[in-house]
């Protein structure tokens, strides 16, 4: 949940091109291998590059990434042209990965001496956005002790009634699980008040900040670790903040997990600056997906991921990365955003191992700086990876290099439901370079975000690629060449007389594709759509048949409109080719206009 934060300053993202510095690097030759990553060059914020299309199932992706440090949205263009042979292939093939991880020694802070433990004891809480500067803004809460463990004391806020038995669950999870667990992967949090012990709150004021605007399931603050800020603005104590609201269960054993990491990567930072007064709090971006990864080493439990992980591959170039306060940009709640950091450090944690976190926690560097020494990477060379890797290891492109995986850690499959989320990986357009259209096509990225273009041609011949960002982007483009007939899928939403909706599926590559599960969810804001999930059996109900002929259309019966929900509508379904590679299809309907004939598609 939410970690609040006082201070922090915006780390510029390092975007050289690393693969161009070497003089002599030869240049990719056509034909290009199926699933492996090619480097665009890029000179002025343009790049130019030539494609040969002499196979009528000839098809790439195009990655296309703005790297700058400002979150703010920047527009790229792209256009395709005929031209009578290839010349410019300023294409770099990507080498793989130099993993040098190793198991990481988190050595446990010894604890000191338990003093008595007060039965009652004040906390101040903010309880607005201006509670960093306000006294004011702050409420005092008088904690009742009401239940002790070996390393945790639970304390509810006097006006709150909690039951026996949930603060009994909760010491019993933090003291055999949450705890050494944390411990473990990424050191102790500090005992800033000496007492031996970690401090639970359980308050229902977590539920009406901001004059009930905002509601949190849990809460660390950066100043209640550091005793030398006056009251109210630090209580100078080890403590994390619950809901009281919230039950017991697999999602408070995760949102547990989630603050107390919170918790250790605070006291890591203090622990590595030479001079606690020196020691800067990690960039937002960082610390949350840090906290958000610690979750998959507490539990399987998906429930603070899986909406934030739909948000973000529903939109990719919506949700900015590298964001080193989310307060400063109002980004703080926007689940896409914490989606993105999320995947991002997991994809890191896949490859490097999860003994890259107590690196990044006890460190004096921040954000991509932290990361690169964590990994020996620079930030744009892991960014352009595993972008890529979003949509060719979901698709089953390529085989998945996970060489320093955790084998502790669950798996992520990103073709498939997650928790009750049914995913399909990051979305993306579908795009025909062979088109007499020639208008260009136009992507607005905000800093550090991506889109994703399915390249084919319907006319034989070269054409002659070019992809141009305006003032303010810091433009990275990547290629890969798909397998060849692998399926592509347009899909089509039409409203019908009644007043509901008829889904269209067309095969454009010639391949048969089984479905897997289709989607449909609102589009307004909000931290959780409405959606809806129809898999296995459901499937035939809602088309005639599960599988997409080659090359032909499926139709679906009509949605009736008391089945959809109101107001503007994103669906999208996901299926299997048969060579096995994964596919989707992504379309639009606003709600009040008629839909565009083909969204994002694949």
Request: hydrophobic share 40%; charged share 25%.
């Amino acid at each position: 949940m939410r970690h609040w934060q006082t201070t922090g300053s915006f780390a510029s993202v390092a975007v050289c091109g690393l693969l161009w510095a070497l003089p002599g690097q030869p240049t990719a030759e056509y034909p290009l291998d199926p699933g492996t990553l090619y480097a665009a060059r890029v000179d002025a914020q343009v790049t130019r590059l030539d494609v040969p299309f002499t196979d009528p199932g000839e098809q790439y992706l195009i990655v296309v990434s703005n790297l700058s440090s400002d979150p703010a949205p920047v527009a790229v263009h792209l256009g395709a042209q005929p031209i009578d042979a290839v010349e410019l292939v300023p294409l770099l093939k990507v080498p793989p990965l130099r993993s040098r991880a190793k198991r990481a020694k988190v050595k446990p802070r010894a604890t000191r001496a338990t003093k008595v433990a007060r039965r009652m004891r004040c906390f101040y809480l903010p309880i607005s956005e201006s509670a960093s500067e306000n006294p004011r803004a702050y409420r005092r809460i008088d904690g009742l002790l009401k239940g002790e463990g070996r390393h945790v004391r639970v304390y509810v806020d006097r006006d709150d009634r909690v039951t026996s038995r949930a603060v009994d669950w909760i010491t019993a999870e933090f003291d055999h699980s949450v705890w050494p667990n944390t411990v473990r992967r990424l050191g102790t949090p500090r005992d800033v008040d000496g007492d031996g012990k970690f401090a639970i709150l359980l308050t229902e004021r977590l539920a009406r900040l901001d004059n009930g605007r905002v509601s949190l399931g849990g809460l660390v603050r950066n100043n209640d670790f550091r005793p030398e800020t006056p009251w109210p603005f630090s209580n100078a104590a080890d403590v994390l903040y619950l809901n009281a609201g919230v039950r017991p269960g697999a999602h408070l054993e995760t949102l547990m997990a989630h603050e107390l990491a919170h918790a250790a990567t605070i006291s890591g930072r203090l622990d590595a600056a030479w001079w606690p007064r020196s020691a800067r709090d990690e960039e937002n971006w960082l610390n949350e997906a840090i906290a958000h990864v610690a979750e998959n080493l507490q539990s399987d439990n998906w429930s603070n991921l899986d909406y934030r992980v739909d948000r973000f591959l529903s939109s990719p170039t919506n949700a900015p990365l590298v964001v080193a306060s989310y307060q400063q940009y109002g980004l703080w709640r926007d689940p896409g955003v914490r989606g993105s950091c999320y995947l991002f450090l997991r994809w890191c944690v896949d490859h490097y191992g999860s003994a890259i976190l107590p690196k990044l926690v006890h460190s004096t560097a921040r954000g991509t700086a932290n990361l690169e020494r964590a990994t020996g990477q620079p930030f744009a060379e892991l960014y352009r990876r595993y972008a890529a890797d979003l949509f060719l290891q979901t698709a089953g492109v390529g085989h998945e290099d996970r060489t320093a995986g955790d084998d502790e850690i669950p798996r992520l499959d990103l073709a498939q439901p997650l928790g009750r989320w049914g995913l399909a990986g990051p979305r993306f357009a579908l795009w025909d370079a062979g088109s007499s259209n020639r208008e260009e096509l136009t992507a607005n990225l905000h800093g550090t975000t991506t889109q994703y273009f399915v390249m084919a041609s319907s006319a034989e011949g070269p054409r002659r690629i070019t992809i141009h960002a305006e003032p303010g982007a810091r433009l990275q483009v990547s290629l890969a060449r798909l397998p060849p007939r692998m399926a592509r899928l347009a899909l089509n939403v039409r409203p019908t007389p009644t007043g509901g909706l008829r889904l269209r599926l067309r095969e454009l590559s010639g391949t048969e594709v089984q479905l897997t599960h289709v989607v449909w969810q609102t589009t307004t804001p909000g931290p959780r759509p409405r959606h809806r999930l129809i898999r296995h059996r459901q499937l035939s109900q809602l088309f005639n048949q599960t599988h997409v002929p080659a090359g032909g259309v499926l139709t679906s019966r009509p949605l009736r409109r008391d089945e959809l929900p109101r107001g503007s509508l994103s669906f999208r379904v996901a299926g299997v080719d048969a060579a096995g590679f994964r596919v989707a299809a992504w379309a639009d309907f606003d709600g009040k206009r008629s839909p565009a004939t083909l969204a994002m598609a694949r």
